[in-house]
């Protein structure tokens, strides 16, 4: 059921992505929500297709992205990893968790989508491009992090509710 979901959570957060969020930069950053939903839903305590998510949230965003394709996937694939860990580790402080998820899972994207412009040909100043796109970005990812995360808690204890013990 959990897989199911994701297709329409994942399909709404990237049309939101595409539509309205890449509309709205901080000097040349956007925020990532498809990032934000999948490391949100990994973090969750009874959730255990946090990969699933990974990798159907990278397709969507290789698919509206202009990079090759890939490079999100294995970005996503390797932050949901690190989310999954973290759960594991602090399950106490979930939310730190997000949030350094958020900054670690943001650079492997940037550090990813780097090496692909820097593959294919185009070189790009460093430190710019950490200025004007990586920082700006890992702000505003922080900003939507804890919307982002009570949403799919909401939706992640609906689908999993908790069992009262009498």
Same mark, same amino acid.
């Given at each position: ?6 297709? %329409? +959570? ?12 890449? !509309?709205?930069? #901080?000097? $040349? ?10 490391? *949100?839903? *990994? +973090?969750? &305590? ?12 990278? /397709? #969507? ?7 090759? /394709? ?8 390797? =932050? ?14 979930? +939310? ?6 958020? +900054?670690?899972?943001?650079? #492997?994207? $940037?550090?990813?989508?780097?090496? *692909?412009? /820097? ?5 790009? %100043? ?7 796109? =990586?920082?700006?970005?890992? /702000? ?10 009570? #949403?799919?808690?909401?939706? *992640?204890? !609906?689908? $999993? %509710?908790? &069992?009262?013990?009498?």
């Amino acid at each position: 059921m959990s897989i199911l979901l994701a297709i %329409p +959570v994942l399909s709404i957060a990237t049309i939101l992505q595409s539509a309205v969020i890449s !509309r709205m930069p #901080l000097l $040349h950053g956007t925020a990532d929500i498809i990032l934000l939903t999948i490391i *949100a839903w *990994a +973090v969750q &305590e009874d959730v255990e297709t946090g990969w699933q998510w990974g990798l159907i949230g990278g /397709f #969507l965003a290789d698919f509206t992205s202009g990079l090759p /394709f890939g490079v999100y996937t294995i970005s996503y694939l390797l =932050t949901t990893g690190l989310a999954i860990a973290l759960r594991k580790r602090i399950w106490k402080l979930i +939310v730190l968790g997000q949030l350094f998820a958020t +900054v670690v899972g943001t650079l #492997l994207t $940037h550090a990813a989508s780097l090496l *692909a412009v /820097f593959i294919q040909g185009t070189n790009l %100043p460093l430190r710019e491009v950490l200025e004007t796109i =990586t920082l700006p970005s890992i /702000f505003l990812n922080l900003l939507f992090t804890i919307p982002v995360y009570i #949403l799919i808690q909401e939706i *992640a204890l !609906r689908l $999993h %509710p908790e &069992e009262i013990a009498i």
